[in-house]
């Protein structure tokens, strides 16, 4: 006899009130009335016959498309049948919407969808699709929480695609443990994944996770799924990101950008142009324009810095929103140190625009620039776009994917883009690629010194 911790797994000899492990109370329970299901569920699994590999049909695999090209982009090309896409992201980003999108464009262009939601009444579902525009008599709608009558109902309708929301609030009858624990999701994204292969079709299971990731998360079922995504964004931002993170059928960390707007998310086809707002204009004292990589896909920012004087006896403060901090504490000693100029009795203050985030290296320069142009209250003329990550005595050093970088910049009209000198650097007809050595000699060629 042995017991396990419905909500993280953990295992004792012994009865505990309170878990050790995830520190959740009066989580404990038995675990013998479980091993048999156990070994049921392992020993039918998809069910195919051995046979060598060069004799594998693979009849013919044709993605499906979502209708909504964002998303078939970052799964490589469209829905594959048999597949499970594990959809994360935190409460209120809005999965069920975009979700809710996606089912009614699928069932649009390819048949029945079946959209199960364990948390929400079909009247409220009704309301959103209502709010969403969202109508179509192959998209069926369950609110329900039982896999068995969820798998019932699948049986029923036979859709191309399943989706449930979510997974947390799915209960497999028969399992211990409440809904949303370790064995719970284990065990009903285990019977998804298998009815989902064997009948051909494609599934959603939503997972909510929580800043923290807690540990009954989705994370404890990501290796049983196919691809997993996970939407992200930030409070009062309307931008939101879908971002693969695993993909056994193409790249991963590949990135869609959406907006969020009354009647749904919005796929931004161009996230340079979006980012950019005020693209048209020369930037004032204090932005800089800089190339990030989301996944492999390089997107133009506007990046701010404020550097004002402290006055009186507080401490400076510093502080950044989307960057790294401790790069930009290693960065602004850069500056002391190589250009000689001093920020220890300023406030400074970083932030990327439009809610993004990245820790790339390939920023240093920017942000150098950034801090210089607030502090002298000269602005980065010349359409500039910088790239750079600076090394600890203001060497400028390389960034991957430097072209694809350039040729972003060179697409949305910009003029001059200051690069680290490599052996052989790129070219271009419609922007000046100007390759620098130092920091020093970058804020000479941007006029800050
Ligand atoms: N009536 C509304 N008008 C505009 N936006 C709304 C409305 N209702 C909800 N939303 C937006 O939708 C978000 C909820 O999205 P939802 O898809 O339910 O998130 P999730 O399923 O990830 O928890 C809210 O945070 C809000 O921004
Ligand atoms: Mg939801």
Excluded at 138 to 164: F, G, M, N, T, W
Excluded at 285 to 304: C, D, F, S
Excluded at 318 to 327: A, F, K, Q
């Amino acid at each position: 006899m042995a017991y396990s911790c419905g909500s993280c797994g953990y295992r004792s000899i012994k009865w505990l009130g309170r878990c050790p492990s995830c520190g959740e109370w009066d989580s404990f329970a038995a675990q013998e009335a479980n091993t048999k299901a156990e070994k049921d569920s392992a020993s039918s699994w998809i069910g195919e016959t051995l046979c060598p590999i060069n004799e594998i049909d693979l009849g013919e695999i044709k993605r499906l498309k979502s209708g909504i090209g964002e998303i078939d982009r970052i799964l490589g090309g469209g829905l594959i049948p048999g597949s499970v896409i594990l959809f994360g992201g935190e409460p209120g980003i809005g999965k069920s919407t975009l979700l809710l999108q996606l089912a009614q464009s699928v069932a649009r262009e390819n048949g029945n969808v079946l959209y199960i939601s364990g948390e929400e009444s079909a009247a409220q579902i009704k309301l959103r699709a209502d709010r969403l525009g969202v109508e179509d008599k192959h998209l069926y709608v369950l609110s329900e929480q039982s896999l068995s009558r969820i798998i019932a109902s699948i049986k029923q309708v036979d859709p191309c695609v399943l989706i449930v929301d979510s997974i947390q609030a799915t209960v497999s009858d028969g399992t211990l443990g409440e809904a949303g624990s370790v064995r719970q999701l284990r065990e009903t994204s285990a019977k998804l994944t298998r009815i989902t292969k064997s009948r051909k079709m494609t599934t959603f299971l939503v997972g909510h996770i929580t800043k923290e990731g807690t540990f009954a998360g989705p994370k404890t079922v990501e290796h049983l799924v196919d691809v997993a995504i996970y939407l992200e964004g930030h409070r009062g931002e309307d931008t939101r990101i879908l971002r693969s993170v695993k993909n056994r059928f193409g790249r991963t960390n590949e990135v869609a950008v959406f907006q969020m707007r009354t009647d749904g998310l919005k796929e931004i086809t161009n996230p340079s142009r979006f980012f950019l707002e005020e693209q048209q204009r020369e930037p004032g004292a204090g932005t800089v324009i800089v190339p990030i990589l989301e996944g492999t896909r390089p997107i133009l920012v506007e990046l701010q810095a404020l550097v004002s004087p402290t006055g009186g006896y507080r401490a400076p403060q510093r502080r950044s929103s989307g960057l790294d901090y401790n790069r930009v504490a290693v960065l602004l000693a850069v500056i002391e140190r190589r250009l000689g100029i001093h920020t220890s009795d300023a406030d400074v203050y970083l932030s990327i625009a439009g809610g993004l985030e990245t820790r790339e290296r390939a920023t240093d320069l920017g942000i150098v620039a950034a801090v210089v142009s607030s502090l002298r209250n000269r602005p980065v003329t010349g359409r500039t776009v910088i790239v750079g990550e600076v090394g600890l005595s203001g060497e400028l050093r390389r960034v991957k994917n430097l072209r694809e970088r350039i040729t972003e910049a060179e697409k949305l009209g910009y003029k001059r883009v200051i690069v680290p000198a490599v052996p052989k650097p790129p070219t271009r007809k419609r922007i000046d690629v100007v390759p620098t050595q130092t920091v020093e000699q970058a804020m000479d060629t941007l006029m800050l010194r």
